[in-house]
T-cell receptor, first 114, second 110 residues
Framework: NAGVTQTPKFRVLKTGQSMTLLCAQD?????MYWYRQDPGMGLRLIHY???????AKGEVPDGYNVSRLKKQNFLLGLESAAPSQTSVYFC?????????????FGEGSRLTVL | TQLLEQSPQFLSIQEGENLTVYCNSS?????LQWYRQEPGEGPVLLVT?????EVKKLKRLTFQFGDARKDSSLHITAAQPGDTGLYLC??????????FGKGTTLSVSS
């Protein structure tokens, strides 16, 4: 029962470094999402995908890129990390479009940018 | 722009008390969901409401969607320590992505 798996779970970066967060789901879901969660801010959508090979911008896409080359994987990239990107990142997937179907979340990836 | 306003932001109560959490907006939503998140974990769906005036019950939790589909409430009867967590409402409008409120942190002490 893996569900949604995020790697890595923790990472510390220096300003300007790059990294990629990997999200993998084994439920054959079409829809996948990347959110960031900051204290007192709830969950904010960064990017999402409605199927393999597609991506779209969410509320806060600046500074991030994504790719969905395989249906089961959704990658979130930071090309030049900034302290403002210190956050907990959550990946989610759904069978139906978010809002009509249930979002299944991973356990989160905590990123600190120094 | 914060489309969904949740209140209160923090709530600390004793076991056995009742409480209500509110989720308000000036916008109309096609559906609204409530999620619960525990520390170190991702949110888990509690309920989805889609019809104005709809009421759904999940054991001691009662969810209501406003008649105009602009607001929702979550009522917990006889709260228990296991109810402790972050409660998030999320609204969906056609053609957009799911938008989350800032959440209500509930602490229930025994």
């Amino acid at each position: 029962n893996a569900g949604v798996t995020q790697t890595p779970k923790f990472r510390v970066l220096k300003t300007g470094q790059s990294m990629t967060l990997l999200c993998a789901q084994d439920m054959n879901h079409e829809y996948m999402y990347w959110y960031r969660q900051d204290p007192g801010m709830g969950l904010r959508l960064i990017h999402y995908s409605v199927g393999e090979g597609t991506t779209a911008k969410g509320e806060v896409p600046d500074g991030y890129n994504v790719s969905r080359l395989k249906k089961q994987n959704f990658l979130l990239g930071l090309e030049s990390a900034a302290p403002s990107q210190t956050s907990v990142y959550f990946c989610a997937s759904s069978y139906l479009r978010a809002g009509t179907g249930e979002l299944f979340f991973g356990e989160g990836s905590r990123l600190t940018v120094l | 722009t914060q489309l969904l306003e949740q209140s209160p932001q923090f709530l600390s109560i004793q076991e056995g008390e009742n409480l209500t959490v509110y989720c308000n907006s000036s916008s109309v939503f096609s559906s609204l969901q409530w999620y619960r998140q525990e520390p170190g974990e991702g949110p888990v769906l509690l309920v989805t409401v889609v019809t104005g005036g709809e009421v759904k019950k999940l054991k001691r939790l009662t969810f209501q969607f406003g008649d105009a589909r602009k607001d929702s409430s979550l009522h917990i009867t006889a709260a228990q320590p296991g109810d402790t967590g972050l409660y998030l409402c999320a609204g969906y409008q056609a053609g957009t992505a799911l938008i989350f409120g800032k959440g209500t942190t509930l602490s229930v002490s025994s």
